[in-house]
């Protein structure tokens, strides 16, 4: 009975990304329900700007968010964790090069 | 992996103090703790929207009002923050109000006392957020990343909600003697209930030793308790009310307050629907999701029928 | 009920002409955010919810603005203009004391033929369909009038509603969208779309009615029909709303003549300045 409740008549539930500041990437805020995707953006607005949080907002219908599977990480992350030659302090540098 | 090996990865997750995330494996009964406390959370919010809307309409002044309302809507805000981190644990929103709406869901039964006067929008502001922040600030860090990033949310939010219910609390404190009868009958009736919003003592309360090993509790009711009274005692002294508790005394050899023996006994009637409100406060709940049935429709089938107008024109 | 006597200058009477359309767009404010608030906790849904409260704060904060400024003309008027102004006992006691009045003086304490909102406003949320229909009719007005009023020679007034146009044009999208939502969604919310226009539709008249002083505050009200037709009219025809057949308008706001509804309002508003006069709170 309760599957019956379950999503029939709920309005699609959406993922929120803001945008804080001019220059900075949008990052998850959290969701919501709206039943397109313009109503999505003014909740978003609504719900999750009220304190002047944001410039941009993006909203995604959260059943098209794909996401890793994480018992893949070992799979999907570790192969990472031994290129340290991607990161910039792998490399030395003498003291006197400045603001590299 | 087996069940077993499952079992030993989260464990070591929640030993290490690694939030888990929605697709993380979880053992049931963590799933489900989980969808209770945050669901019985998400509906205090929403319940405790109808005391304090109670006086939207005729709060004192313009700037009470537009402050009043600010708060009251945060709390919607704060709900569905919950409601949406209950979600990702598979359970919907609508089956979540169902369970309230059929009173199957449990939700704080401090709601369920009625507000009279003005003075009320003071002391809930300072008792009853009060009590609220200093249960939800330890979740800030629990288990359950999508709990723990709605807290920090919701806390960072309810920061102004206890100071504008103290400011409530002194300007009625400085005021005329009315005032200050107004102030002083709030108190007498939000103290106890307020006391009561920690829960029942450690002693009978069955969840306690499991949720404060998975984080989803940190300090027991007991402890959560005391730190109010400390507190809030000392901020009576500043608004030179007082305590509704003639046992109340500071303990030199325990560092803490002594109080007084708490009715148990209305607790569990004010749980159990036996409270001033309890019928009110859900019939009223009801009563905006079912006239709202027609609105939410038209919505969808405005939705379906735009996107069938779209796939035509392309 | 007003102090236009012969020995009012040009000027004074000019004043007072100002203050009252002060209060005429503070008062159109207070009674539409009063009656949105109302939905606090009771909407259709969490999302509909905190959006609809967020326009109603829009709408106090404007009034709060546009008190204060009335506030500040009337505490400037000569002393024997001020003392007929208002007619209720509590506000002619308080002019009598020499005090000066502030913003919540004139939100609590004035009667209802003191109060000079448009009828439309004060009309009872009755259900989505009215809600919506009503803040429709309304921001389209103000979308346009608050453009105009942006170039008000007043410059106090100037700098309210350039504010004020931001926030129109944000409530005029949403409710714009809701009428085409539900005039286009179901029957059900077809039906009560349609009512609550054809209800509704006798109070607009009134939005736009020419007034001198709005004219010289830059809003001509026979030359903002068209445009604000032309809105309805078009989100109308997406809506599959059909146009109200009536043309008879229902008049009376501007002049403290109401409906039975606001007394309701200003008793629930002015309560607690009421039974406690004269208090902080």
């Known amino acids: 009975m309760e599957k019956e409740i379950n999503s029939k008549n709920e309005w699609p539930l959406w993922e929120v990304f803001i945008r804080s500041k001019a220059g900075l990437d949008h990052k998850h805020a959290g969701s919501l329900h709206a039943s397109d995707a313009e109503m999505a953006i003014e909740n978003a607005r609504d719900v999750y700007t009220r304190r002047m949080e944001g410039v941009s907002i993006w909203v995604v219908e959260s059943k098209n968010i794909h996401a890793s599977d994480p018992g893949d990480s070992s799979s999907m992350y570790d192969p ?12 030395n540098l003498p003291d006197e090069v400045k603001y590299m | 992996m087996t069940v077993h090996s499952f079992q030993e990865h989260f464990d070591s997750l929640i030993d290490n103090d690694i939030a ?11 799933r489900k703790t989980l969808i209770r ?3 019985q959370h998400a509906h205090s919010e929403i319940i405790g929207m109808l005391p304090e809307g109670n006086w939207i309409t005729r709060a004192p002044s313009l ?19 919950l409601y949406s981190a209950a979600e990702t644990l598979g359970v919907s929103r609508d089956e979540l109000y169902d369970q309230l709406h059929t009173g199957k869901a449990k939700y704080s039964s401090i709601f369920n006392y009625p507000t009279l006067t003005w003075a009320d929008m003071g002391a809930i502001g300072w008792l009853v957020d009060g009590a609220a922040i200093m249960n939800q600030v330890p979740l800030c860090r629990t288990s359950y990343g999508p709990y723990a990033r709605a807290m920090v949310r919701v806390c960072k939010e309810e920061s102004f909600h206890q100071r504008q219910g103290f400011e409530i609390m002194l300007t009625l404190a400085k005021g005329t003697e009315v005032q ?21 003592p450690d002693a009978e309360s069955p969840h306690t030793e499991q949720s404060v090993r998975w984080r989803i509790k940190r300090l027991t009711n007991d402890e959560l308790r005391q730190k109010f009274i400390d507190v809030t005692v000392e901020q ?9 508790d003639k046992d109340l005394k500071w303990n030199e050899e325990r560092g803490h307050y002594d109080f007084g023996a708490i009715n148990w006994e209305e607790f569990k009637n004010v749980v159990k629907g036996n409270g001033p409100c309890n019928k009110q406060r859900l019939d009223t709940r009801r009563k905006a999701w079912e006239e709202g049935q027609w609105v939410r429709d038209a919505a969808q089938a405005h939705a379906r029928k735009r996107k069938e107008k779209m796939a035509k024109a392309a | 009920m007003q102090s236009n006597t012969n020995t009012a200058s040009p000027s004074a009477a000019a004043a007072e002409a100002q203050l009252k359309y002060t209060l005429q767009l503070a008062d159109d404010a207070l009674i539409i955010g009063h009656r949105l608030s109302e939905w606090c906790g009771h909407g259709p849904i969490l999302e509909q919810d905190i959006a609809l409260t967020n326009t109603a704060l829009d709408h106090l904060g404007r009034a709060r603005s546009l008190y204060q400024y009335a506030a500040e003309l009337f505490n400037k008027l000569p002393s024997e203009a001020k003392n007929n102004f208002f007619t209720s006992i509590p506000m002619q006691q ?24 448009a009828l439309l406003l004060e009309q009872p949320n009755t259900d989505w369909a009215y809600t919506i229909a009503r803040s429709f009719f309304y921001d389209a007005f103000n979308y346009l009038s608050f453009k105009c009023l942006s170039d008000s020679p007043d410059a106090v007034i100037a700098a309210i509603a350039a504010k004020s146009l931001k926030e129109a044009t944000y409530h005029l999208r949403w409710s714009k969208e809701w009428v085409i939502r539900l005039g286009d969604g179901t029957e059900e919310s077809h039906m009560r779309m349609q009512k609550a226009v054809d209800d509704l539709w006798m109070y607009t008249g009134e939005l736009l009615a020419p007034e001198k002083t709005a004219r010289q505050n830059g809003v001509d009200g026979s030359a903002l029909r068209q445009p604000w037709l032309d809105i309805i009219t078009e989100v109308f025809s997406e809506a599959n709303i059909a146009m109200p057949a009536g043309t008879w308008m229902q008049e009376g706001g501007r002049d403290g003549r109401h409906t039975e509804h606001l007394g309701y309002i200003l008793a629930e508003l002015q309560f607690m300045q009421r039974a406690y006069p004269g208090m902080q709170w």
Request: net charge neutral.
């Open chain 3, 94 to 117: 308080l002019i009598a004391s020499g005090n000066n009045i502030g913003e919540d003086n004139l939100a609590s304490l004035r009667d209802g033929w003191d109060y000079r909102n």
């Open chain 2, 20 to 30: 888990i995330e929605p697709k993380d494996w979880m053992p049931d009964d963590y």
């Open chain 2, 180 to 200: 200050k009868k107004m102030a002083q009958d709030a108190f007498n009736r939000w103290w106890w209930p307020s006391l009561m919003m920690f829960g029942p």
């Open chain 2, 37 to 39: 406390q945050i669901s």
């Open chain 2, 236 to 244: 009576a002294k500043v608004l030179g009310l007082d305590v509704p």
């Open chain 1, 80 to 91: 990472a964790a031994d290129k340290i030659y991607r990161h910039p302090t792998f490399y």
């Open chain 2, 63 to 81: 700037r009470r009002k537009a402050v009043l309302l600010a708060k009251v809507q945060d709390e919607a805000g704060h709900g569905l923050y």
